[in-house]
T-cell receptor, first 117, second 113 residues
Framework: AQSVTQPDIHITVSEGASLELRCNYS??????LFWYVQSPGQGLQLLLK??????LVQGNKGFEAEFKRSQSSFNLRKPSVHWSDAAEYFC???????????????FGKGTHLIIQP | NAGVTQTPKFQVLKTGQSMTLQCAQD?????MSWYRQDPGMGLRLIHY???????DQGEVPNGYNVSRSTTEDFPLRLLSAAPSQTSVYFC????????????FGSGTRLTVV
């Protein structure tokens, strides 16, 4: 069964500093990978996704993520965070076997990002 | 387009009561799924559907039923609510073609007392 690990439950970053959120997955083949963001009391918004091709993916709000097959990782980065980036971030994996989109996502437990002024 | 619409947004139930969480999408997506979100657990898949008349269990299906009579609607039923079902529930839809992605509803916060 596929699984996703987000090792950091909480991360605190100063406004303007760089950010990296870690995500490791366990899957038998190359998965489809996603990062979602959830603001307090809100639903999930897609930041970016990786299916194939270029391993560096650009997303919304200035975020990017890099797929590293050798490390089974899909870390999320941002060069300079803003106070509005404070939120919960979820990494998720989808199965390719069913063609993608069919049988739901497997999520990590999330990383809570705190921005210090 | 409205996207994925979930109703109600908030609900309080007594133990043993039944209710249905509604989910509707207007994007003609083939695939729909239900998740529950609990603190420190991320989102976990309850049930999913690959099309009208076809449903299957996810990671945490116990205590929940689903049906899919139309492409647009995918209701989640709690037949006898338990306090362990206190959670935030999210519905999502997806297409599988090309550059697909999951679209999530805004959630239903359910409290069982």
């Amino acid at each position: 069964a596929q699984s996703v690990t987000q090792p950091d439950i909480h991360i605190t970053v100063s406004e303007g500093a760089s950010l990296e959120l870690r995500c490791n997955y366990s899957y038998g083949a190359t998965p489809y990978l996603f990062w979602y963001v959830q603001s307090p009391g809100q639903g999930l918004q897609l930041l970016l996704k990786y299916f194939s091709g270029d391993t560096l993916v650009q997303g919304n709000k200035g975020f990017e993520a890099e797929f590293k097959r050798s490390q089974s990782s899909f870390n999320l980065r941002k060069p300079s965070v803003h106070w509005s980036d404070a939120a919960e971030y979820f990494c998720a994996v989808d199965s390719q076997y069913s063609g993608g989109g069919a049988d739901g996502l497997t999520f990590g437990k999330g990383t809570h990002l705190i921005i210090q002024p | 387009n409205a996207g994925v619409t979930q109703t109600p947004k908030f609900q309080v139930l007594k133990t043993g009561q039944s209710m249905t969480l509604q989910c509707a999408q207007d994007m003609n997506h083939e695939y729909m799924s239900w998740y529950r979100q609990d603190p420190g657990m991320g989102l976990r898949l309850i049930h999913y559907s690959v099309g009208a008349g076809i449903t299957d269990q996810g990671e945490v299906p116990n205590g929940y039923n689903v049906s899919r009579s139309t492409t647009e609607d995918f209701p989640l039923r709690l037949l006898s609510a338990a306090p362990s079902q206190t959670s935030v529930y999210f519905c999502a839809s997806s297409t599988s073609t090309g550059d697909y992605g999951y679209t999530f509803g805004s959630g239903t916060r359910l409290t069982v007392v």
